[in-house]
């Protein structure tokens, strides 16, 4: 193991009472909750952007971030250094998988060739790190938004060429992701979108999409890779306007190039806030639509319009996820991904370990409150006698389709009036979801 934190020792459950900053006080591993433990109910994973490639820049300021292994390069030794630093964070928090893009992991070459040997490098070390530390891959994706080529989109560029660069770079990726026994693959189209509708030809480039995921759906089953795709919906930024604006308008794409049975979701708390819901609506929409595959867990700022990825920290948030992720039988292949960078002034190291374990106690606490509010089943219960009318002969043969309007008139024509209206009691509700937090 490497020795990048050597102030931290290995960050354990320790319970809500201890002064410990770097102990859990709510994410317990070994814990049951609705009987599985916390880890299999949570599947934490952190991200190899964020977390070693974050620096702290933004437009108005230069890099914050110290990082005494890194010297900032773009060198295959930095890059290897890398590895165990990370992998000795996953292990001291207990973290059991992590994400990644091809370019994070591996500096670009300046050939797709060269990128590719740098990749294979890096690669191999990280294959070693997973093997001694039974760490494992939650999912793997290419980054297809930072090269000047994919300016104008990748698998939607009105250049050939580049929809052909970026095909050849999901290809590799596809392979190291099953080579490291990635249990999933993400897309998130970044630049798949535009600016402005006046040099863009919508239609072309949205069927230019659809190809491109048949083909990769050919090239996974070619490779034998079992894992399912997911697509990670988001509004905006960089773009103006993103193809994949949110849960429902992705599952639209997916139906209309049939690829609804290739695909599951991968949801962003943040992106589902820019896009102007909430993160349980695009959950909603997407376990409706029996796709909802994973979670990247963060939070924005509501006062922010754009994608501030902090590490999630509100409880009503985590507690809204998981009661999503219990209703829908809890996750299969998906997990917890925090796809979440520090504050440009949490520089320090620690920081690192603070954020992560902020996000993993709120989540903790997200998951027993989830049970608890299930448990309990008022809720639940509200809202199944809000729909009681729908449990009657007619409303079964509605749901069955065997009704029609000349019978339903006639229905009506007894009534007189509706006299069975009854109240949404919302105010009541949410003084009573606000009585588990
Ligand atoms: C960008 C974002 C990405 C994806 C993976 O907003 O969320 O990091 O998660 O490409
Ligand atoms: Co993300």
Redesign the pocket.
């Known amino acids: 193991m490497a020795d990048a934190f050597p102030k931290i020792k290995q960050v354990k459950f320790e319970g809500p009472d201890t002064r410990n900053d770097y102990a859990y006080k709510h994410y317990n591993p070994d814990e049951l909750v609705e009987g599985k433990t916390m880890r299999e109910h949570l599947r934490f994973a952190s991200c190899y952007?964020h977390t070693m490639r974050g620096r702290g820049a933004e437009i108005f300021g230069m890099p914050t971030a110290v990082r005494p292994w890194d010297d900032f390069s773009e060198s295959m030794e930095n890059a290897l250094r890398r590895v165990p630093v990370f992998f000795e964070l996953l292990e001291k928090l207990q973290i059991d998988y992590y994400c990644f893009?091809d370019r994070d992991v591996a500096p670009e070459g300046k050939t797709l060739k060269e990128s590719h040997k740098n990749l294979d490098r890096v690669v191999k070390e990280l294959a070693k790190a997973q093997k001694n530390s039974g760490k494992k891959v939650l999912w793997g994706?290419a980054c297809l938004f930072q090269h000047p080529r994919f300016m104008h989109g990748a698998a939607t560029s009105p250049d050939l060429n580049a929809f052909a660069y970026a095909a050849g770079q999901v290809k590799k990726a596809l392979e190291v992701t099953h080579e490291l026994g990635g249990e999933g693959y993400?897309f998130?189209g970044?630049r798949e979108g535009y600016f402005t509708l006046l040099n863009t030809d919508m239609k072309r480039e949205l069927d230019h999409l659809g190809a491109f995921m048949h083909m990769a759906v050919d090239y996974k089953k070619e490779i034998g890779f079992k894992g399912p795709f997911y697509i990670?919906p988001?509004p905006k930024e960089p773009t103006k306007h993103q193809y994949d604006t949110d849960a429902a308008t992705t599952l639209n794409f997916l139906r209309q190039y049939g690829l609804m049975k290739d695909f599951k979701l991968n949801l962003?708390t943040n992106?589902a806030q820019i896009a102007g819901h909430t993160m349980q609506h695009d959950l909603e929409t997407a376990i409706a639509a029996n796709a909802l595959g994973s979670v990247?867990a963060n939070m924005g700022d509501w006062q922010l319009g754009w994608?501030t990825d902090q590490f999630p920290t509100d409880l009503y948030i985590t507690s809204h996820v998981m009661l999503c992720v219990l209703k829908m039988g809890g996750f299969t292949t998906g997990g917890l991904n925090f796809?979440a960078k520090v504050r440009r002034e949490s520089f320090e190291p620690e920081d690192l370990f603070l954020a992560h374990i902020a996000g993993m106690d709120t989540f903790a606490r997200g998951l027993k409150i989830a049970a608890r509010i299930r448990h309990d089943g008022r809720i639940a219960d509200f809202v199944k006698q809000r729909y009681s009318s729908w449990d009657s002969e007619l409303g079964k043969k509605i749901e069955k389709g065997k009704s029609n309007f000349a019978e339903l008139e006639a229905y009506a024509l007894k009534l007189g009036e509706v006299k069975t209206i009854r109240s949404g009691r919302q105010e009541y509700l949410e003084s009573l979801f606000n009585d588990f937090i």
């Open positions: 952007w893009h994706t993400v998130w970044g990670e988001k962003e992106h990247d994608d796809d």
